[in-house]
């Protein structure tokens, strides 16, 4: 039905309100997207500017898997996870001092067996805590320091067995910071 109701929209070019909680059917049918709340609007844009640039921690986790990691800013906008130090992008800029969230979905988590040195660069080290294959997918647990977890998303090839430790990147130009 995703599918039909996209057709009829471009068919007759007219302007249609659809609601739904699901979230697929969303990205299908809708040229704009408005995030809702308890009653309140967190966040309006395209598919793509909700997907990959949300602007709060419920638009983040509302739309496909997201990794949410509660901190504090630090100096330069990064923030403070525990003992992580990581970098992303906050629109708009948030104050020193304050709670924020970094997103970063499980997809564009880089796992490899290499060095790591702790807060290096978005860097540190983690423990496998589950895998699971799924076929076209390997979806990992990873236990980081602070009892902080994540969420990997890896090709398939990629194979890491529970309790190897593996170094874990999070690359700054796909982590978002959001205001907690």
Do not use: W
Not at 52 to 66: N, V
Not at 102 to 126: F, K, M, W, Y
Not at 155 to 163: A, F, I
Request: glycine share 10%.
């Amino acid at each position: 039905m995703r599918f039909e109701i996209r057709r009829l929209h471009d068919a007759t070019q007219i302007t249609m309100v659809y609601v739904t909680h699901d979230q697929a059917e969303a990205m299908v049918t809708a040229d704009r997207i408005a995030i809702m709340s308890q009653g309140k609007i967190q966040q309006i844009g395209t598919p793509y500017e909700i997907y990959e640039e949300p602007r709060t921690a419920f638009a983040a986790s509302f739309i496909g898997r997201m990794n949410a990691l509660s901190g504090e800013i630090g100096d330069d906008g990064v923030v403070l996870c525990g003992s992580l130090v990581l970098r992303g992008a906050a629109s708009p800029p948030l104050a020193r001092g304050g709670k924020a969230v970094v997103c970063i979905r499980p997809q564009h988590v880089v796992l490899d067996s290499g060095e790591a040195p702790v807060n290096a660069g978005n860097r540190t080290r983690g423990r496998i805590a589950r895998h699971t294959y799924l076929g076209e997918l390997r979806d990992y647990l990873i236990d980081l320091e602070g009892g902080l977890q994540l969420r990997a998303i890896t090709d398939p090839s990629v194979r890491y067995e529970v309790g190897a430790e593996v170094a874990v990147e999070l690359p700054p130009a796909r982590c978002r910071i959001v205001d907690a």
